[in-house]
């Protein structure tokens, strides 16, 4: 069981907007910064957000953090089919002195 | 452009040590600007964050894996690696090595963020007989 709660699964027509929610507590995501990472199948990870809201170069501005007490959301918008990933968020816990991961969220772009 | 590479068996028995060296390409590991780390993830399932060091030695290790995780560092080589003692077959995963740039609380030497920028293309450690 994730300390970070996902959705399994989401999924969108190309043009709408997706949004992936992160759930946790204050030792987590309440007080911490939060990545997101997007894992094309059969691939590494990559960074798609850092300290919640931050982009690193080359990443489109299409794809968007944000986050507000507790939970962390990740907006995808216009998804396009290259977009059908897993995808995770990510952040330290204070408490377990650990980092954390969600348990990945799969996009279906329909 | 940094690039990271994971080498090391592809199978291991069981009771074994798994041991993986990661080698940082296009950049210095003594940089400071990054903890280094490893995550893995079992076929078909999530990621599982394994520890982190700093160029110093200083190391963080998940709470679940602590007792049977060493990571070490050499700074001559431009790596570092991970030990896995007592396998099974639960920790049959691809490993994959990452660069972990991190964010302290001001005024403080405890961490509040790692994020991982750089990641090797992983590599698939079986643990079986």
């Known amino acids: 069981q994730s300390v970070l709660t996902q959705p399994p699964s989401v999924s969108a027509a190309p043009g709408q907007k997706v949004t992936i929610s992160c759930s946790g507590s204050s030792s987590n995501i309440g007080n911490n910064y939060v990545s997101w990472y997007q894992q094309l199948p059969g691939t590494a990870p990559k960074l798609l957000i850092f300290d919640d809201n931050k982009r690193p170069s080359g990443i489109p501005d299409r794809f968007s953090g944000s986050k507000s007490g507790t939970s962390a959301t990740l907006v995808i918008t216009g998804p396009q089919t290259g977009d059908e990933a897993d995808y995770y968020c990510?952040?330290?816990?204070?408490?377990?002195?650990?980092?954390?991961f969600g348990g990945g969220t799969k996009l279906t772009v329909l | 452009q940094l690039h990271l590479q994971e080498s090391g068996p592809g199978l291991v028995g069981p009771s074994e040590t798994l041991s993986l060296t990661c080698t940082v390409f296009g950049g210095s590991i003594s940089s400071g600007n990054a903890y280094w780390g490893w995550i893995r993830q079992p076929p078909g399932k999530e990621l599982e964050w394994i520890g982190l060091?700093?160029?110093?030695?200083?190391?963080y290790y998940s709470p679940s894996l602590r007792s049977r995780v060493t990571i070490s560092v050499d700074t001559s080589e431009n790596q570092f690696s991970l030990s896995l003692r007592s396998v099974t077959a639960a920790d049959t995963a691809v490993y994959y090595c990452?660069?972990?740039?991190?964010?302290?609380?001001?005024?403080?030497?405890?961490?509040?963020?790692?994020?991982?920028?750089?990641w090797g293309q992983g590599t698939l450690v079986t643990v079986s007989s």
């Open positions: 990452a660069r972990a740039p991190y964010d302290y609380i001001w005024g403080s030497s405890r961490p509040r963020s790692f994020y991982f920028d750089s």
């Open positions: 990510e952040t330290w816990d204070s408490s377990l002195s650990a980092v954390v």
């Open positions: 060091i700093y160029y110093s030695g200083s190391t």
